[in-house]
């Protein structure tokens, strides 16, 4: 629409309430039609009254033409003097005259008596006498002409002559302009009807807006548990389950943030609780053995490496949350960095008689992080060698189709119960605490392979039962194209 068009150009100076808008589209809707209809009802209204009035002259003209065939007027010697009266009485009830024109252009009657027995040639009487009668309007004069054909009283019905009646219009165009100005009148009335309404409706129009704006201004003092629903529009509920949906990601998020900076705390402060109750230990002992000293400073040792663990998952997470993109992307064997993987860790497997299987179904050379791809990979094995059963086994298998490589990793293990499964990913999550903590792990190595896997544009997937182990499936593109990480599906 021209006029909403119009509307959405308008740069505003300053902000506006929404409903300036909303009135002057409102108003423009309804003044507009009312405008064009009144100015095209005003010119119809006069043409009409025009052709009415040529209509009627014009059948005066052919009653009185014909009249004076019968009677045979054009003839001076049988000429009846009635006629001259009906002609002088029609010439005032329309405010004209009439001239009466016969064949040699001579006006033979005029009710004006100004011009009998002059030349009259015209346009009209040439084109009456040659078979064309009609009319001429003269707006800016205000008066209207037409030529109405005399026939002789014979069988041939020649043309002996032409009645040419002049009429004024100056009443009609007075009678019109009276009722433009109460027109007029009526227009103004109504768009003061309109102005108000125009206000109303902008104002209803608003309303659902401003009880959103209302329910987002408790939100803003901190009610997040505030329900905001505005449903009076499409619009206004599409916009209350976008926010009531933010709100729920950002106390989400906002909860997380609590639980990680709590559990944060908790094993870092762990550790350093134990060394210090080992020191205290040692401290409060006289004359304490060698082989204890020995005993609890292996103890320290190997809570110092815990807390260097952590803090080196912790650092690890930081550096990749604070640059997505920092990838030291190069062309390699992904054979050859899954076999090293697996020989680095054939001696923790051999402890506790797990039986490490690697197999790959093809070769693979694809774009990728060494170092952090080894990482994650790295800690989807160790995890399935920490969290296996006695004698159990964990099949490390590589394949890859013209699009991505996968990395499967398959186990024996304890297995993870399907409610826990949508939070493994999650930092500091561990299924089993007390488990976790026997084999040293931090809760931050399945985060930190969710983590690398989406900085190369991978996804990673977890198949799982309790009891009967659990299969990690990693996939990520051959070629690496810098673009915002996608999501883990």
Known sequence: ???????????????????????????????????????VTDQSFRQTQIDFRVMEVQNQCLIISNKMS?????????????????????????????????????????????????????????????????????????????AVPVYGNTEEKNIEGVLVATASTENLTSMAEKVSEKAAFFQLVTCGILALASVVLAVVTVQPFVRLKKILGRVEEGSLEQVILEDAYKETKEISSAIQNTIHKL??????????????????????????????????????????????????????????????????????????EEL??????????????????????????????????????????????????????????????????????????HQFFYVKVADSGIGIPEEYQSHVFERF??????????TGGTGLGLAITRKVILMHHGAVRLVSKDGEGSTFTIRIPLNYISRPAERTS
């Not at 004209?96 to 040699?104: A, E, L, Q, S, T």
């Not at 008689?353 to 070769?363: A, G, H, K, P, Q």
């Not at 999550?429 to 026997?438: N, Q, T």
């Open 429 to 438: 999550y561990r299924v089993d605490k007390a488990r976790s903590r026997e």
């Open 328 to 401: 030291n992307i190069v062309q390699l064997d992904i054979n050859g960095l899954v076999q090293q993987i697996m020989k680095r860790l054939r001696p923790i497997a051999r402890k506790r008689n797990v039986e490490l299987i690697y197999e790959s179904i093809r070769e693979v050379t694809a774009d990728v992080d060494e170092v952090k791809l080894s990482l994650a990979v790295n800690n989807l094995v160790e995890n399935a060698i920490k969290y296996n059963v006695e004698n159990g086994w964990v099949r490390v298998t590589l394949d890859a189709d």
């Open 251 to 324: 106390k989400t998020i906002d909860q997380s943030r609590d639980e990680f900076v709590s559990n944060v705390s908790h094993e870092l402060k762990t550790p350093i609780t134990s060394i210090r109750v080992l020191a205290d230990s040692l401290m409060s002992m006289e004359d304490a053995p060698v082989e204890l000293y020995q005993e609890f400073m292996t103890d320290i040792s190997d809570e110092i490496d815990r807390e260097s663990k952590i803090i080196d998952d912790l650092l690890s997470l930081v550096k990749m949350d604070k640059a997505v």
């Open 70 to 146: 019968r009677v045979g007027y054009m003839n001076e010697d049988s000429r009846d003097q009635t006629v001259d009266v009906e002609l002088d009485t029609i010439a005032d009830i329309f405010n004209g005259r009439i001239v009466v024109v016969n064949r040699n252009f001579k006006v033979i009657k005029d009710t004006f008596r100004l011009a009998e027995g002059r030349t009259h040639v015209a346009e009209e009487v040439i084109r009456c006498f040659q078979g064309e009668s009609g009319s001429r309007l003269e707006k800016d004069k205000h008066y209207f002409a037409l």
């Open 1 to 39: 629409m021209p006029v909403l068009g119009w509307v959405k150009g308008i740069r505003w100076k300053r902000t506006v309430s929404m409903k300036v808008p909303l009135c002057l589209l409102f108003l423009m809707i309804g003044f507009f039609p009312m405008y064009i209809l009144s100015k």
